[in-house]
């Protein structure tokens, strides 16, 4: 009689044979994904020069309407930092970041790619966590070469007033470094928002709202809308920005240094839980 073949326990199965992706590979895969979008290094690149520019920009004034032995020192060097990345450069860092994070993955859903991907790595989670490592360290790697030419470039234009920073001052090194901080911080919680919109244009308004127009709402006048105040991302940059309170307006809930670095961690580590949350839960 007959017999049929049985499997030794020597021979693979299928699904044996399938390697597990490993993380390393995850993050190649996001980061090949991320470049193949042809319109990131235009963006990139436009919002760098623009934002160079505006604090060169800057700079250049100051040096012009600069009058020797003028104004207070601590002023003076808070004007010169102000003058390396402004407000106008860290309203365009953060519009560029931002939408760059909600587009890379709102894109996946618009085009479908999503489920290609989420069927070849059935660990959603670290799927998202991949993508936000890369996304994290783009901007990090964008805001250390913007800030860094922004900063080298505006205080050589002032190095001859005398208001000129250095990098090595404490002062200096906190405002370099809530700058160059504060790109990857806009592109995480894109990211966030981007996985729960799951539209382009939806999730890049969305941002904007979130990190533009949201500050605007609400003031110091009470304690319960300054708490909320401080605990954005566009605040929390301004506050550590401030090297000094010298001309502020007086406020009875003041934000706090240690309070602004806890906000931009809050930030991030909350926008990649809830994409990652978000992603697992609903179905593609």
């Known amino acids: 009689m007959n017999t049929l073949p049985t499997r030794t326990a020597t021979e693979p199965t299928g699904a044996a044979t399938e390697p597990r992706a490993r993380f390393g590979d ?84 618009a085009t479908g790619l999503i489920r290609t991907t989420l069927a070849a790595v059935p660990d959603r989670r670290a799927v998202i966590l991949a993508k936000a490592c890369v996304l994290a360290a783009v901007l990090f790697g964008y805001g250390v070469l ?36 504060f790109g990857p911080v ?24 979130v990190l533009f127009f949201l500050p605007s709402l609400v003031t110091e006048r009470y304690r319960w809308s300054a ?23 007086p406020s009875e809930y003041p934000a706090t240094v240690t309070g602004a670095w806890v906000t931009f961690a809050v930030w991030s580590l909350a926008s990649v839980a809830v994409a990652a949350f978000a992603v697992h839960r609903r179905d593609h």
């Open 227 to 249: 708490d909320l105040l401080h605990a954005l991302p566009m605040p929390a940059w301004q506050r550590l920005a401030r090297t000094t309170l010298a001309g502020m307006r």
């Open 146 to 181: 913007t800030v860094g030419i922004s900063f080298g470039g505006s205080q050589a234009i002032l190095a001859g007033t005398g208001i000129g920073q250095s990098v090595t001052d404490p002062a200096a090194l906190r405002y370099v470094a809530a700058a160059v901080l």
């Open 26 to 109: 995850l993050l190649a895969a996001e980061w090949i994904k991320f470049w193949s979008l042809r319109s990131i290094p235009w963006v990139l690149g436009l919002g760098a020069l623009a934002s160079i520019a505006a604090s060169l920009k800057s700079a250049v004034y100051t040096r012009d309407h600069w009058t020797p032995g003028e104004g207070d020192p601590a002023v003076m060097a808070r004007i010169a930092l102000n003058d390396a990345f402004n407000l106008v450069s860290a309203d365009i860092l953060m519009l560029v970041a931002g939408g760059l994070g909600a587009i890379v993955i709102a894109g996946e859903y």
């Open 186 to 209: 806009c592109a995480l919680v894109g990211l966030g928002l981007g996985t729960l919109i799951r539209h382009s244009a939806g999730a890049v308004v969305g941002t904007v709202v």
